[in-house]
């Protein structure tokens, strides 16, 4: 952590300017305001560190897992946002919309919608069912009758039965045209709501494409060397100030633009990732 680095290096430095001042060299003004910048440094550390673990056991809530449970980041956030290729770079936005769940969603209604119509439309024209059945049925009783011969048999006998038959539905007064308009009426406002969805969703790629491009150009405007510059300049101006060239308040300053460097190229990698990750669902590639 780049608080905790500096932090270091300034109780370092106070308890040199410390002994100097015990000496002579220097005066009480420099010891004190160092202790105050370390007081600082400490305070801000405690909060910055209140929030990295309060986010860690959010993530882990997340995750399923228990708040004491163990969990460590793989890759750090600078090397995914530079790793991660450009998502959907070939991909036109006319095929970018026919795998977006919002759209397909509004095409399956326009498709439930025709066939609603279908249906209504059937259940309005004339229509002829038609109908069989066969029966084979083995019947007998205890008692006994006499055969053509004149002998005793058990009354028994298997009947046949056949029926063939034609239902015609003829609609004179009403061939369900409030049903077919009802539906067509859905269909209308399914096919209204494919249309919107489309424009939603092409406006969404729109902002989404222009925001990971303006964050990748502020990631690319922090450079590996203007980090290590900003760094380079605060070991300048202390080394220029323990040789009794500058002032403290320069070392201070500097220290403290340090810090807002480094916190500017967090948030960069921030929105860079975020915005990343919005194009992406925008694009249909994450769900």
Do not use: C, W
Request: overall charge negative.
């Amino acid at each position: 952590m780049v608080t905790e680095q500096l932090l270091a290096a300034t109780s370092r430095q106070l308890t040199l300017i410390s002994s100097r001042v015990e000496q002579g060299a220097t005066p009480p003004l420099d010891r004190d305001m160092l202790r105050v910048e370390v007081q600082r440094l400490e305070a801000e550390r405690s909060l910055q560190l209140g929030a990295v673990e309060r986010r860690l056991i959010e993530l882990r809530r997340l995750l399923g897992m228990g708040a004491d449970a163990s969990l460590s980041l793989r890759t750090a956030l600078e090397d995914l946002v530079r790793e991660e290729a450009t998502p959907g770079a070939s991909v036109p936005q006319s095929d970018a919309l026919t795998t977006r769940p919002d759209v397909l969603e509004a095409e399956a209604r326009v498709r439930v919608a025709e066939a609603q119509i279908d249906r209504a439309q059937r259940e309005g024209r004339p229509d002829m069912s038609l109908f069989g059945m066969y029966m084979r049925m083995d019947a007998g009783f205890p008692e006994q009758g006499f055969s053509s011969t004149g002998a005793l048999e058990p009354i028994r006998s298997v009947f046949h039965y056949v029926s063939v038959g034609a239902t015609v539905t003829l609609p004179v007064l009403s061939r369900n045209q409030g049903a077919v308009a009802a539906a067509e009426a859905e269909r209308t406002g399914a096919a209204a709501q494919v249309e919107a969805a489309r424009l939603s969703a092409q406006s969404e790629i729109a902002a989404a494409r222009s925001r990971d491009e303006h964050a990748r150009r502020a990631l690319d405007a922090y450079s590996a060397d203007a980090i290590a510059l900003a760094r380079q300049n605060l070991v300048a101006v202390r080394q220029t100030y323990e040789l009794g060239r500058g002032t403290l308040l320069d070392v201070l300053n500097e220290q403290r633009r340090y810090l807002d460097v480094e916190r500017a190229y967090t948030e960069v990698l921030r929105e860079a990732y975020e915005a990343r990750q919005t194009l992406k669902a925008a694009l249909g590639e994450v769900r």
